[in-house]
């Protein structure tokens, strides 16, 4: 009995002055040690006793023991928060030292908003897909009603290849009559890529750039209903009301045919040099689609009614980034395009 | 296309509108005004006057005085800075008190009298810029000698108070009535709702003309030949040549002025042939071999597709397109045959383009001028020249009407034009549009019959839709309400949609996870280039119109343009690690049919994911482990890497490999060729091409198995064996995989060491086994069992274990 509380008594008063770790383990060692603690071999002792001493002794040491153990516990923890008070300051760093760096590379900003506005479009229902750059004049210009006899063959300049009826894109259209040959009707699907304009190459114009042609086909599109598409698509790509508005405008494969103006930006509408002093400055063409592409493509023009849409996202990232000539947008510099 | 306001508004009263009204009404209805060109002068004060004398400035070298009168007494002193000044030149004067331009800024100043470097100037000699007028030459502008001394120059020069609608041709491609000042009169008629009074010309009653023979297979419409006495060439009063000249045609005599003007009002090209030089026409295909001379001396090798108007003695005109030199109007020309005729526009077109002509004449043709139009034109044209000479008389006239053009009928719905719009409309208004556009409509309820007029070419206006266009043009854009379109769900076959997420996924998996930069090259390629990368031009698809000359070649690799990358950024940026992905086009047919009917195809073009590396490692080692980290990022297998001895020749044949994915072939990875190293001054450089196609097949179609966490611990083993460099690490891998080791999860080799106590031409592997078996913690003597068996299986290849 004596011994037990001895025993409690010293140990806990020995942990007062436990002062590291490793004599706390000593002590622990020596206390409550599996081949030599001094409770342990407490504990030992009672294989000798009777069993109402045993009963008895054996509920004090249990109680003894767990006091024990929670005493050392509690100095443990104490000890060990003590210890990573003490190195906190010794691990100071300083936090502006040199570091090792991975490389990062840089997205493409045409790929960048290559993405940015299919995915726009994908929230707005419209399903990316893709055509060849080399193209036949078939795909190109007839399905698209413009037949090789039609002077619209002059509004693009196209570059022609050896052989015979092929050619470099002229625009991303060619691939509304592929869509709706391997997709059938109804259908929503955007188109981005390469095109190509024999032109010469000047601030503004340069002979390879991106577009994104858009075509829906359904049973009830209107000139109304493609109005109030664009306008979802423009609040969204500018996060706000911009204003827009559609006047006449030729394109071969619609009709009506149409050209989407957008508020000019600069002026507020007022009339700049950036808008020619129009208030507007030319957005993209689009129109319902001619029911001569819709029967190019397989569909039935007395059911279905389309309307198509495309437009060069050059302008869209020189305004963004405020770049000032086009063929910038083809720089290999990665000086240059280290900053987007 | 120009417009004169002044003359529209001869057959409509078009009312004040500022220049920004009148632009934003013709191009939300019509056609986009490029701009409002206003002619009313920008200058005052300033009249005519003659030099009198010339003399050096005493003060300063680039300074001339002169004198100079206004009314042939007053002997104005006046200093001058222009060298093409002379005695007896008439020129604009400015008097103290003009407003003139500032040269350089635009901006109205006023003359002063003054002193000019210590000699006194009265007023200034004016240049074109100074005016705000076209210039013809450098320095002051020069004035006809017969101007009258003191008038204004607003006079002399017949400024009036006329603006000028500019439109860009290409938005009249549709539009052949719109290439005459009475067809934007008729869309400014129903646009601002004014009356339309159009000139009700009629052809007199004549004697029989000279003969026109029209020859089979012409596919000419119409011709009229007017034979016309009492004419003379003698220059054009100033209303006809300023008319002309501010709308851009250039003033040549009264007669050929008239055909210019009349062609500019109604939109029908007119010629006018001496009629001393043509006594009968015929109108036939050139003959094989024929030649033609241009009235401006140009020899063209005909087609025998080209339609010619020919005297007895040979092709006077190419029909439609251009006159020649003997039969054209000349100074001693008093009678003429004037010819007004359609011909076909696909035809001039054709020839038009042939021989590189785009004249006035086949660019009307072409948009399929109305067949009708040429009697009116011809009477018109009638009317001015009896207008310009009293003495004109119809001596004769002959027609020619082969493919007379009715209106077109169109019959639709109101409900179908609702439809197409998305819009209610009213009866009245598609009515009132229609009408004023020169329809003829009826029809009950619901029902429209539309009678479409001669003047919008046989193709412009032939379905319900074209109608729905005119009529929203003028109910306006704007009106179109919110109609929310249920959009239709489509829906790609698996492969396709799974290739739609690759190429998303690539270009950030390569930005990100490789740290490389993305770069657009040129998709075309010179021949140089070409035969530098030891490739051969003729197995490339080639522009026959470059833009660049030489670079006419269609890229077969990415590897071409990321080796120029390299090139220029090595010596300014730290490391070059980029990647391109593009279409290249191959020699060889693809698999896309190239015309509607599926009979031919396309070149082949796959898509290529080009990477390149040359950040001061570039060895193949660095190129691999960004493709195996870019199969991880985009959760492909693992790619395995075959070393590939006759790699292409722009490759190192020592270290280049095919990178695989189970079976299938990627692409090639390798460090470039020393030698065009050398040629390109790079340093050590890795470069990779992969088919973005079959890294799609690599593709798992279905998301992978998952295995729940192990519940027994793995055990790692380490074996370094010593072996021949000739043994690749892939080989002693393999044994080990093949050598069936128990419990083995994977293995990979971790470390190679050369040097140290191995004798040269060895190397020592380690190889990390991954042992684990699935319901128990491994034991000991399986540990050693299963890297005895590796072993052995190592030893076997020569290998010596350490």
Redesign the interface.
């Known amino acids: 009995m004596n011994d037990l509380a001895s025993l409690q008594r010293s140990t806990l008063d020995d942990l007062q002055v436990v002062a590291s770790l490793a004599e706390l383990d000593e002590l622990e060692t020596r206390v409550l040690g599996r081949k030599s603690g001094a409770l342990t071999a407490l504990m030992r002792g009672i294989g000798g006793m009777d069993a109402e001493q045993k009963r008895s002794f054996g509920q004090e040491l249990n109680v003894a023991k767990q006091t024990i153990e929670a005493a050392f516990a509690a100095r443990r923890s104490a000890l060990q928060r003590a210890g990573i008070d003490a190195a906190l300051s010794s691990e100071t760093v300083d936090v502006s030292e040199p570091v090792a760096r991975?490389?990062?590379?840089?997205?493409?900003p045409?790929?960048r908003a290559t993405?940015e506005l299919?995915d726009i479009f994908a929230r707005?229902?419209?399903?990316?897909?893709?055509g060849?750059?080399?193209?036949?004049e078939?795909?190109n210009f007839?399905?698209l009603n413009v037949p090789s006899?039609h002077?619209?063959r002059?509004?693009q300049d196209t570059?022609?290849?050896?052989?015979p009826?092929?050619l470099?894109r002229t625009h991303t259209s060619p691939v509304q009559?592929r869509a709706m040959r391997t997709?059938g009707?109804?259908?929503?699907?955007v188109v981005p890529g390469?095109v190509?304009r024999?032109?010469?190459?000047d601030a503004t114009h340069d002979?390879?750039f991106d577009q994104i042609e858009g075509l829906?086909?359904?049973e009830?599109?209107?000139?109304?209903?493609m109005?109030?598409?664009f306008?979802s698509f423009l609040r969204a790509y500018f996060g706000r009301e911009i204003p827009m508005?559609?006047?006449?405008?030729?394109f071969?494969f619609v009709?009506?045919?149409?050209?989407l103006e957008l508020g000019c930006q600069v002026c507020d509408g007022s009339?700049c040099r950036a808008c020619?002093?129009?208030?507007w400055i030319?957005f993209m063409g689009c129109g319902?689609v001619?029911?001569n592409v819709l029967a190019?493509g397989g569909v039935d023009p007395e059911r279905f009614?389309g309307f198509a849409f495309g437009f060069g996202l050059s302008r869209l990232i020189m305004q963004r980034y405020r770049i000032d000539d086009v063929r910038l947008?083809?720089s290999?510099?990665?000086?240059y395009?280290?900053q987007f | 296309m120009l417009y004169s306001l002044a003359w529209l508004r001869q057959f409509t009263p078009v009312p004040d509108l500022s220049d920004r009204e009148l632009s934003d009404a013709i191009t939300t209805h019509v056609a986009e005004v490029e701009g409002v060109r206003d002619l009313r002068p920008k200058f005052s004060g300033v009249v005519v006057g003659r030099i009198l004398e010339v003399s050096r400035h005493p003060n300063a070298d680039k300074l001339q005085c002169t004198v100079t009168t206004t009314d042939g007494e007053n002997r104005l002193r006046i200093v001058c800075g222009a060298r093409n000044i002379a005695v007896g030149q008439v020129v604009p004067v400015a008097l103290p008190g003009a407003q003139v331009l500032d040269r350089k800024t635009g901006a109205p100043f006023t003359i002063r009298d003054s002193e000019i470097r210590g000699e006194p100037s009265q007023g200034m000699l004016c240049s074109a810029d100074e005016l705000g007028i076209p210039a013809r030459e450098d320095g002051i502008h020069q004035l006809d000698p017969s101007a009258t001394l003191g008038y204004p120059l607003e006079d002399v020069l017949g400024m009036g108070s006329d603006r000028l609608i500019d439109i860009e041709n290409k938005s009249l491609t549709h539009r052949p009535d719109l290439w005459g000042h009475w067809g934007m009169a008729r869309e400014l008629s129903v646009l601002l709702q004014t009356p339309l009074t159009l000139p009700k010309a009629a052809l007199p009653k004549a004697a029989t003309g000279i003969p026109v023979e029209v020859g089979p297979a012409t596919e000419l419409r119409r011709y009229v030949a007017l034979l016309i006495t009492g004419v003379e060439a003698t220059p054009s009063p100033p209303w006809l040549s300023q008319r002309l000249e501010q709308l851009g045609v250039r003033s040549v005599n009264a007669i050929v002025d008239v055909t210019n003007l009349v062609m500019l009002e109604t939109g029908q090209p007119l010629h006018a042939f001496d009629a001393e030089q043509v006594r009968e026409l015929h109108v036939r295909l050139a003959a094989p071999g024929e030649s033609f001379t241009t009235f401006d001396g140009t020899t063209l090798a005909l087609s025998p597709e080209d339609v010619v108007i020919a005297g007895a003695d040979g092709a006077l005109a190419l029909g439609g397109v251009v006159g020649g030199p003997h039969s054209g109007v000349r100074a001693s020309t008093t009678s003429i045959v004037l010819e007004a005729a359609s011909f076909d526009p696909v035809r001039t077109r054709r020839t038009a383009a042939r021989h590189g002509a785009r004249t006035d004449a086949a660019v009307r043709f072409e948009k399929d001028v109305d067949p009708t139009l040429a009697p009116l034109a011809a009477a018109r044209a009638l009317e001015y020249l009896t207008q310009l000479f009293p003495g004109v008389q119809l001596a004769g006239r002959t027609e020619v009407e082969l493919a007379p053009r009715a209106p077109q009928k169109v019959g639709t719905t109101l409900g179908a034009l609702q439809a197409i719009l998305g819009l209610p409309l009213e009866r009245s208004e598609v009515t009132r549009i229609l009408t004023g556009l020169g329809c003829t409509v009826r029809g009950r309820a619901d029902q429209l019959e539309v009678l479409v007029p001669t003047h919008r070419g046989g193709r412009d206006l032939t379905t319900p839709a074209d109608l729905a266009e005119e009529v929203i043009r003028f109910v306006g854009y704007d009106q179109l309400p919110t109609v929310t379109l249920a959009m239709p769900v489509t829906v790609l076959p698996p492969p396709e949609a799974r290739r739609a997420t690759l190429l998303r996924e690539l270009p950030q998996a390569c930005a990100l996870a490789l740290g490389a930069t993305e770069v657009l090259t040129d998709p075309f390629v010179s021949e140089a280039q070409l035969r530098r990368f030891s490739l051969d031009p003729s197995h490339h698809r080639r522009l026959v119109n470059p833009q660049v000359a030489d670079l006419a070649y269609l890229r077969s690799t990415l590897a071409i343009g990321l080796s120029l990358v390299a090139q220029e950024n090595v010596r300014t940026s730290e490391s070059v690690r980029v990647f391109e992905l593009g279409q290249v086009v191959q020699g060889i047919e693809g698999e896309l049919t190239a015309d509607l009917e599926g009979t031919s195809y396309l070149p082949a073009q796959p898509q290529r994911l080009g990477i390149l590396e040359s950040s001061g490692e570039g060895s193949f080692g660095t190129l691999r482990a960004l493709l195996e980290q870019l199969c991880a990022t985009l959760r492909l297998p693992a790619p395995r890497f075959e070393a590939e001895r006759a790699p292409a020749a722009h490759l190192h044949p020592g270290r280049s490999a095919r990178v695989l994915v189970g079976e299938t072939l990627l692409g090639t990875a390798g460090e470039l060729h020393p030698a065009l190293r050398l040629d390109l001054d790079l340093p050590r450089t890795a470069i990779a091409e992969l088919d973005v196609d079959a890294i799609l097949a690599c593709a798992l179609a279905e998301a992978p198995r998952i295995e729940p966490p192990p519940a027994f611990p793995p055990s790692l083993k380490d074996v370094s064996v010593a072996v021949d460099e000739a043994v690749e690490v892939a080989t002693l891998v393999a044994a080990v995989r093949a050598a069936e080791v128990p419990q083995l999860l994977a293995v990979e080799a971790t470390d190679v060491f050369r040097g140290g106590s191995l004798p040269p031409g060895q190397k020592s592997v380690t190889l990390r086994l991954t042992l684990r078996a699935p319901d128990h913690t491994l034991e000991e003597r399986e540990i050693l069992a299963a890297v005895k068996a590796a072993s052995k299986a190592l030893t076997k290849l020569g290998g010596e274990i350490r």
């Open positions: 991975g490389t990062h590379g840089v997205v493409h045409v790929t993405q299919v707005l229902g419209f399903t990316a897909v893709r060849p750059e080399v193209e036949s078939a795909y007839d399905a006899w002077p619209a002059d509004m570059f022609f290849l050896d052989v009826g092929l470099m009559v997709l009707a109804p259908l929503a699907v390469r190509y024999n032109e010469a190459t002979y390879v829906v086909v359904s009830d599109v209107s000139l109304a209903s109005d109030t598409v306008r508005r559609l006047r006449p405008g030729y071969p009709e009506p045919g149409t050209e009339g020619k002093h129009r208030g030319e319902l001619h029911r190019a009614r947008l083809r290999t510099d990665l000086r395009l280290s």
